[in-house]
């Protein structure tokens, strides 16, 4: 079955960086389009960032666009998201899905979820 596995969050300060990693097993990773979507506190899901299958074309909210990097590496079976200049508005807990069409920007195109890793920015 498809698992989804998310590590490297932890406490950053603002204006400090953070990697997250995702690794995938279960499918054929390197066929599907991949994003990231984060819940804040007492807040809905909000999808952050997709990539496509062969990491040809990636995509961003416009609030991480210039901070945030995402990434694969299909040898690996892994996803990634580089997160640079952290704001406190940051904070959540951030999720690796597994994209059903390839629709960006979407939650409801998110068919598979890991359990997600926390992410917290505070001085």
């Known amino acids: 079955q498809v698992q989804l596995v998310e590590s490297g969050g932890g406490l950053a300060q603002p204006g400090g960086s953070l990697r997250l990693s995702c690794a995938a097993s279960g499918f054929t990773f390197s066929r599907y389009a991949m994003s990231w979507a984060r819940q804040a506190p007492g807040k809905g899901l909000e999808w952050v960032s997709g990539?496509?299958?062969?990491?040809?074309?990636?995509y961003y909210k416009d609030s991480v666009k210039g901070r945030f990097t995402i990434s694969r590496d299909n040898a690996k079976n892994t996803l990634y998201l580089q997160m640079n200049s952290l704001k406190p508005e940051d904070t959540a807990l951030y999720y690796c899905?597994?994209?059903?069409?390839?629709?960006?920007?979407?939650?409801?195109?998110?068919?598979?979820w890991g359990q997600g890793t926390q992410v917290t920015v505070s001085s």
């Open positions: 899905a597994r994209n059903i069409k390839g629709y960006m920007g979407y939650v409801s195109d998110l068919g598979s």
């Open positions: 990539i496509y299958s062969d990491g040809s074309d990636t």
